[in-house]
């Protein structure tokens, strides 16, 4: 049972590269969203879909991209990459509605902008 | 609008003492309330969730929370911690329904000592 899945675990760009965070889940959940999580800051909510073709922004939209083609995917994409984006970025999803009413958590990719 | 207040960046205990994380929340709504676990270079795990019904709610790894309306509190309390405890701990709210955005709180930081 993968859950949610998120490729690389680890990146490091260069300033103004672009690149692509995946994720898919298998699970058949309509809610999906991205973090970032960054030290005495929690988690941001950057943003978020409701289901395949509908995306919306979070608090910090700023600097990505997203796009929802499919209900298991929800990449994020970084159109030029800034120091400012480093930090460690998360993917979740949530099912609609039944007993589970939790977001399930990718194990993260840490970003590293330089 | 919605929001959580962790009231502890960091909580240090020694192993086999009681602990408490604290939780308050704001909503003008019914709510459903989560308690988070994040353990070093790892994603979030849910810890346990209060949707209705009994406000004592228990979790895993001998983690309990209680809900408190009339506080708007979902203090989070383990009677005796142990060092594989030491994690990040994340409080957050949504709203009861179909929405399934997740307000978060900045994190607790527990470390439990020898």
């Known amino acids: 049972n993968a859950g949610v899945t998120q490729t690389p675990k680890f990146q490091v760009l260069k300033t103004g590269q672009s690149m692509t965070l995946q994720c898919a889940q298998d699970?058949?959940?309509?809610?999906m969203s991205w973090y970032r999580q960054d030290p005495g800051m929690g988690l941001r909510l950057i943003h978020y879909?409701?289901?395949?073709?509908?995306?919306d922004q979070g608090e910090v939209p700023n600097g990505y991209n997203v796009s929802r083609s499919t209900t298991e995917d929800f990449p994020l994409r970084l159109l030029s990459a800034a120091p400012s984006q480093t930090s460690v970025y998360f993917c979740?999803?949530?099912?609609?509605?039944?007993?589970?009413?939790?977001?399930?958590f990718g194990q993260g990719t840490r970003l590293t902008v330089v | 609008a919605q929001s959580v207040t962790q009231l502890d960046s960091q909580v240090p205990v020694f192993e086999e003492a009681p602990v408490e994380l604290r939780c308050n929340y704001s909503?003008?709504?019914?709510?459903?309330l989560f308690w988070y676990v994040q353990y070093p270079n790892q994603g979030l795990q849910l810890l346990l969730k209060?949707?209705?019904?009994s406000t004592l709610v228990k979790g895993i790894n001998g983690f309990e929370a209680e809900f408190n309306k009339s506080q708007t509190s979902f203090h989070l309390r383990k009677p005796s911690v142990h060092i594989s405890d030491t994690a990040e701990y994340f409080c957050?709210?949504?709203?009861?329904?179909?929405?399934?955005?997740?307000?978060w709180g900045l994190g607790t930081s527990l470390a439990v000592n020898p």
């Open positions: 979740a999803s949530t099912p609609d509605g039944g007993a589970y009413t939790e977001a399930f």
């Open positions: 699970m058949n959940h309509e809610y």
């Open positions: 879909s409701v289901g395949a073709g509908i995306t």
């Open positions: 909503s003008s709504v019914s709510v459903y």
């Open positions: 209060y949707l209705s019904g």
């Open positions: 957050a709210v949504r709203n009861a329904g179909n929405n399934r955005k997740l307000i």
